[in-house]
């Protein structure tokens, strides 16, 4: 499984961002898609996971803030940020996997989100 990701960039708190994660190769078996994100200095922490039946969960630092999608026809994850903060900041990874009880095997290359105060 391979996974490409897009969307991220400059915006300043208050504002929105929606990231792209599209799945291709041997996907039959994925059921979790997810997004994690590693800011500088700090492990790599969980921000949202959904599953092909559209069961989520996210990190309390974003519920009410972000929120996961998917289409499983094209095979993509979504992630809209809205109400950016400075602390989002991080380079977002997408994952996929076969259960929501801990990352997947397969990560995609990152992209950079960037919030300015």
């Known amino acids: 499984v391979q996974l490409q990701a897009s969307g991220g960039g400059l915006v300043q708190a208050g504002g929105s961002l929606r990231l792209s994660c599209a799945a291709s190769g041997s996907r039959s078996s994925i059921n979790a898609l997810g997004w994690y994100r590693q800011a500088p200095g700090k492990e790599r922490e969980t921000v949202a996971r959904i599953t092909r039946g559209g069961v989520t969960n996210y990190a309390d630092s974003v519920k009410g803030r972000f929120t996961i999608s998917r289409d499983n026809a094209k095979n993509t994850v979504y992630l809209q940020m809205n109400s950016l903060k400075p602390e989002d900041t991080a380079v977002y990874y997408c994952?996929?996997?076969?259960?929501?009880?801990?990352?997947?095997?397969?990560w995609g290359q990152g992209t950079q989100v960037t919030v300015s105060s």
């Open positions: 994952n996929a996997g076969f259960s929501m009880a801990t990352a997947g095997p397969f």
